[in-house]
C-alpha cells in the first residue's frame, strides 16, 4: 500500500500515485503540529495535550479542504485532544467518510532501546531523550503491534 506522510499545514503533501496507487489504496499519516506551547527554561515546549491552538484549527481546516478529492473510505484517530479537534474539523469538507476514535492510533514515538541506540545517529539523542514518558515507544513494539490491528 503506498504511503504518503505530511504535515498538517499548508504546504502538507505531495499526493502522488501510480496507476496501480487507486486499486491498492492510500494511507495518510497526518499529526497535528500547533498546539499551545508553554515556556521551559530551555524555551517553548508543547503541552502534552492541550489540543490545537488557532494555528493548527487553521491547518487542519487546510488540510480537509486539500483532501476533498482524494477518495477515502475512513478516517481513523487517537482519543487525544489534538487528534479529536483535528478529526472535527477535517470531516467537515468530507462529510461521506466515516470516522473513527482508536486506540491503536494513540501518540507514540518510536525509540531505541538501550541496546539499539548506538545504530541511530549521535545528532538524533537530544531530541529521541526529550521524548515525553507517555508517548515512548522503545523499539516500535506498539506502533508495529498497531500496524498489525489497523482495518484493512
Same mark, same amino acid.
Given at each position: 500500500?503506498?504511503?504518503?506522510?505530511g504535515?498538517?499545514c499548508?504546504?502538507?503533501?505531495?499526493?502522488?500515485?501510480?496507476?496501480?496507487?487507486?486499486?491498492?489504496?492510500?494511507?495518510?499519516?497526518?499529526?497535528?503540529?500547533?498546539?499551545?506551547?508553554?515556556?521551559?527554561?530551555?524555551?517553548?515546549?508543547?503541552?502534552p495535550?492541550?489540543?490545537?491552538?488557532?494555528?493548527?484549527?487553521?491547518?487542519?481546516?487546510?488540510?480537509?479542504?486539500?483532501?476533498?478529492? +482524494? #477518495?477515502?473510505? @475512513?478516517?481513523?484517530?487517537?482519543?487525544?485532544? %489534538?487528534?479529536?479537534?483535528?478529526? $472535527?474539523? *477535517? =470531516?467537515?469538507?468530507?462529510?461521506?467518510?466515516?470516522?473513527?476514535?482508536?486506540?491503536?492510533?494513540?501518540?507514540?514515538?518510536? +525509540? #531505541?532501546?538501550? @541496546?539499539?541506540?548506538?545504530?541511530?545517529?549521535? %545528532?538524533?539523542?537530544?531530541?529521541? $531523550?526529550? *521524548? =515525553?514518558?507517555?508517548?515512548?515507544?522503545?523499539?516500535?513494539?506498539?506502533?508495529?503491534?498497531?500496524?498489525?490491528?489497523?482495518?484493512?
Open positions: 500500500m503506498p504511503v504518503a506522510a504535515r498538517c499548508g504546504r502538507l503533501l505531495k499526493i502522488s500515485r501510480s496507476a496501480g496507487a487507486a486499486r491498492a489504496g492510500l494511507l495518510l499519516l497526518v499529526r497535528p503540529l500547533r498546539r499551545p506551547s508553554r515556556r521551559t527554561g530551555s524555551g517553548l515546549r508543547p503541552r495535550d492541550g489540543g490545537l491552538s488557532q494555528l493548527g484549527r487553521e491547518q487542519a481546516d487546510q488540510l480537509g479542504r486539500r483532501l476533498r478529492t +482524494v #477518495p477515502f473510505s @475512513a478516517i481513523h484517530h487517537s482519543p487525544l485532544a %489534538r487528534a479529536v479537534q483535528t478529526a $472535527d474539523l *477535517v =470531516p467537515r469538507h468530507l462529510p461521506q467518510v466515516p470516522r473513527h476514535d482508536r486506540d491503536f492510533v494513540a501518540d507514540r514515538t518510536p +525509540v #531505541p532501546s538501550a @541496546a539499539e541506540r548506538g545504530r541511530y545517529p549521535g %545528532r538524533w539523542y537530544a531530541w529521541l $531523550d526529550g *521524548v =515525553p514518558d507517555d508517548e515512548r515507544d522503545e523499539d516500535a513494539v506498539a506502533l508495529r503491534a498497531a500496524a498489525r490491528r489497523a482495518p484493512a
